[in-house]
């Protein structure tokens, strides 16, 4: 899943083994990011926006949460990787374990200080994100219903940013939540078979329509249903009928669209604001290509 980095002449790193700066990215899963960052802005606008400040902040310290909680899946994952993917940082030795379980618990720690100040709804919700995260981490591979607990992490993001804006958690950005919740829960449930590259499985691809759903509810379906629809139904063609697929190049793609599903859950924001979603969107599919996003 991660290739190793040969060195280059006169980098100073040891043939094979990636640098410790690219370690950490690896680790952190960065170029996950942008669609964090989505997430935030999505619901702040639905939490009636703002101050841009407190939008930048809550993107700051839920970014910290994010890369944090992705170390902890390492360190948490330890013995397994070392038996199934000894490619990782831990098993390869480009990172001990210990140095693993300190970045990932300072760096949550650090996201939970950013937020806890702001009041106590925002301190009550990072609170909770950051219990979901440990929780996540530590049953996932023993868990059938793990998914569902990553997708409150997503929906926890949408809470917290909603709980910055001036109106504060309301009800679009709890249904909007929802719906992406739903959305990663599916796409986690696929990503449960990357190791073993078999057939995707198809009803975990249901729970990919819910963001489209919604907005048909809600009456406010237009071009972006079909963007977000047009390019999940691609990246699933691009993997449902291979004997072996690439199923972590299929997650990696649908990380990406959860940057359209924020798009789509916000039909009242207008250009030049609504142009991030999609600049979220490339930046996630470009970051991809250098730091892989599973």
Known sequence: MVPQTVARPGAGLSLGRPSKLRTLLILGR????????????????????????????????TSFLYV????????????????????????????????????????????????????????????????????????????????????GCRFFVYLLAASMALQGVAGGAVWAGLALAVYVVGLSYIARKESARVRIQYWPCVFLSAPVALAFLLEAADSRCLLLAGWVLWSLFQTWNKTSPNIGRLISRLLAGIALVDWLAVPD??????????????????????????
């Open 68 to 151: 944090g909680g992705m170390f902890l899946n390492d360190a948490f994952d330890a013995g397994f990787d070392r038996n199934h993917r000894p490619t990782r940082p831990i098993p390869s030795g480009a990172i001990t374990e210990k140095e693993v379980w300190q970045w990932g618990l300072g760096l949550l720690a650090a996201g939970l200080a950013g937020l806890v100040w702001h009041g106590k709804t925002t301190a009550i919700l990072a609170s909770g994100l950051a219990v979901c995260i440990l929780l996540y981490n530590a049953v996932h591979k023993i868990m059938v219903l793990a998914p569902v607990i990553m997708g």
């Open 269 to 294: 924001m207008t250009w030049p604001g609504t142009a991030l979603f999609l600049i979220f969107f490339f930046l996630a599919l470009l970051l991809q290509r250098f730091i892989p996003a599973t």
């Open 30 to 61: 960065v170029s996950n990011l942008p669609t964090v960052w989505s997430n935030c802005l999505a619901g702040w606008w639905l939490g009636g926006g703002g101050k841009w400040l407190d939008l930048f902040c809550v993107s700051v310290s």
